[in-house]
C-alpha cells in the first residue's frame, strides 16, 4: 500500500510539474518523508528527480536553449555535490525542518521575483547555478528559485521546460553520485527512487497536451498551495518527531 501511494501521488505530480515546469518535489518529498524517513528521503527523491527530468527533456527535446543550459550547470553540477555533502552531515529533524521552512519561504520570494519583474542573462544563470545548486544539494527542490530564472531569462512554454529541466538534469546526477559516493544510495534506496521516478515520468508525458491550456495565473495559485502544504506537512512531521 505504501508503495501505491507513492505512484498514485506521483503520478499526479509528474502531471502537474510537466505542466508548471516545477513541483514533484515538493508534493512528492512529504509522502517520501512520511514512508522512509528524511534520510532515505532526499536519496530517493534526488534519483526520482533525475528521471522526472529526463522525461521533460525527451517530451519537448527541439525545443531546449543548450546556452542557457550550459551556464546554469556549469556552477550548478559542482554546487550541487557540495550541498548535498553538506546535508549528510545534518541530523534528520533538522532536515525535515529546513526543507518545511524553504518551502513556505519561496511563496513570498516568488511573489517578490515577479513583482520586480527582473530580467536575466547567461551571467545571471550562472551565478543563480551556483546558488541554486548548492540548495538543491540540501533540500529537495528548489523549483521555485529555478522556475523564475528561466522565465526571465525570456524562456515559456515548451523551451521553459525543457531548459529547466536539462539544466536540472545535471545537479539531480550530480546530487545523486554524491550521495551514492558517501554511501547514502543503497541498491534498495536507488530500487525506491527508480519506482517513484517511473510514476513522475508516465505523468510528464500526460501533462504535455495541457501545457498551451495553462493560464499564468493558475500555475501560480497552484504552486502557491503546494509549496505552503508540503512545508506545513514537513514542519508538522518534525515536531511531532
Not at 527535446?61 to 554546487?79: F, H, K, Q
Not at 551571467?123 to 521555485?144: E, N, R
Not at 528559485?145 to 536539462?166: D, M, N, Q, R
Request: glycine content about 10%; aromatic content about 10%; charged content about 10%.
Amino acid at each position: 500500500m505504501g508503495f501505491l501511494f507513492v505512484l498514485i501521488v506521483g503520478l499526479v505530480a509528474g502531471t502537474i510539474s510537466g505542466i508548471v515546469g516545477t513541483g514533484s518535489s515538493i508534493m512528492l518529498m512529504p509522502v517520501l518523508v512520511y514512508q522512509y524517513g528524511p534520510k532515505q528521503a532526499v536519496p530517493i527523491m534526488a534519483v526520482a528527480a533525475v528521471m522526472a527530468n529526463l522525461s521533460r527533456i525527451l517530451a519537448w527535446w527541439r525545443e531546449v536553449d543548450w546556452r542557457a543550459c550550459l551556464a546554469y550547470s556549469i556552477t550548478g553540477i559542482p554546487a550541487a555535490a557540495l550541498g548535498a555533502r553538506t546535508l549528510l552531515a545534518l541530523p534528520s529533524r533538522a532536515v525535515d525542518i529546513a526543507i518545511g521552512v524553504f518551502l513556505i519561504a519561496m511563496v513570498p520570494v516568488r511573489h517578490w521575483l515577479a513583482k520586480h519583474k527582473l530580467k536575466a542573462n547567461l551571467w545571471h544563470l550562472m551565478i543563480g547555478g551556483a546558488l541554486i545548486g548548492y540548495l538543491t544539494g540540501i533540500v529537495a527542490s528548489t523549483g521555485p528559485l529555478s522556475v523564475p530564472l528561466f522565465l526571465f531569462y525570456g524562456l515559456s512554454k515548451g523551451a521553459f521546460l525543457a531548459t529547466e529541466a536539462a539544466s536540472s538534469l545535471g545537479l539531480y546526477v550530480s546530487k545523486s553520485v554524491t550521495f551514492e559516493r558517501f554511501g547514502a544510495l543503497t541498491p534498495d534506496i536507488a530500487l525506491k527512487g527508480l519506482i517513484a521516478g517511473a510514476s513522475l515520468m508516465a505523468g510528464a508525458f500526460i501533462a504535455k497536451r495541457f501545457v498551451l491550456q495553462m493560464k499564468p495565473e493558475s500555475f501560480r495559485l497552484i504552486m502557491d498551495g503546494i509549496m505552503l502544504a508540503a512545508g506545513t506537512a514537513l514542519l508538522w512531521s518534525a515536531m511531532a518527531a
